[in-house]
């Protein structure tokens, strides 16, 4: 059974940084195995939109945190980490990891909600001025 669970959320005031973690189990997150590892946000009254996207080391980012933002992989493990550095307001939400066994539309441009099979519970961000 796949899973998918995040964790690193919490509060932060502008400019400062948080280290999101995506832990996923039951599916191989290899180079052998092909896959897109999505960040999503959802800020309160909105629906989901991607942040930060990564398909057997490709990366990809919505403009909203391009620049100030990095998404990796544990060599050898099913982790993944979203980097946000100089936060602002608007990056407050609650932050989604989601995986798909296809990288197709795995950019942060065409990535779909409906896409994703496999959902973590969310993990809540809050950046104040």
């Known amino acids: 059974q796949v899973r998918v669970a995040e964790s690193g959320g919490g509060s932060a005031q502008s400019g400062g940084s948080l280290r999101l973690s995506c832990v996923v189990s039951g599916y191989r997150l290899g180079s052998s195995n092909t896959y897109c590892v999505a960040w999503f946000r959802q800020a309160p009254g909105k629906g989901r939109e991607p942040v930060a996207m990564?398909?057997?080391?490709?990366?990809d980012y919505a403009n909203s945190v391009n620049g100030r933002s990095a998404i990796s992989r544990d060599n050898g493990a099913s982790s993944h980490h979203l980097q946000l550095d100089n936060l602002k307001p608007d990056d407050t939400g609650t932050y989604y990891c989601?995986?798909?066994?296809?990288?197709?539309?795995?950019?942060?441009?065409?990535?779909?909600?409906?896409?994703?099979?496999?959902w973590g519970q969310g993990t809540p961000v809050t950046v104040s001025a």
């Open positions: 990564f398909s057997n080391h490709k990366t």
């Open positions: 989601a995986l798909k066994t296809s990288p197709w539309r795995c950019t942060a441009s065409a990535a779909r909600t409906e896409d994703f099979v496999y």
